[in-house]
């Protein structure tokens, strides 16, 4: 099956910088849409960043500072994260929407997870 691994995530202090990336490795014949969830203690998993159709959406809350990228031929993305501050500390997961053979359907994979903590 298909796995994402997510990675660079840490501790950064505000006014920072951080680079995250996800990997998706196995059976894949197409992917439709490659982003970012993240969820803080007491709050809801929320949508931070997608790729979808060449097209890019953001949450209001980081417009103007993330980015999303993505390298069709690798199968990853890349959120680079710029002028971070403690509301953006949350585990950050990387979610891809998959097709595996064509004509099939599209099944959604996560991945574990990774920490992102902005000191002040």
């Known amino acids: 099956q298909v796995q994402l691994v997510e990675s660079g995530g840490g501790l950064v202090q505000a006014g920072g910088s951080a680079r995250l990336s996800c990997a998706a490795s196995?059976?894949?014949?197409?992917?439709?849409?490659m982003g970012w969830y993240r969820q803080a203690p007491g709050k809801q998993r929320e949508l931070v960043a997608i790729?979808?159709?060449?097209?890019?959406n953001y949450a209001d809350s980081v417009k103007g500072r993330f980015t999303i990228s993505r390298d069709y031929a690798k199968n990853t993305v890349v959120l680079q994260m710029n002028a971070l501050n403690p509301g953006d500390t949350a585990m950050y997961y990387c979610?891809?929407?998959?097709?595996?053979?064509?004509?099939?359907?599209?099944?959604?994979?996560w991945g574990q997870g990774t920490q992102v903590t902005v000191s002040s």
């Open positions: 979610n891809a929407e998959i097709k595996f053979r064509p004509g099939g359907p599209a099944s959604y994979t």
């Open positions: 196995g059976r894949i014949f197409s992917i439709n849409a």
């Open positions: 790729s979808s159709g060449g097209s890019t």
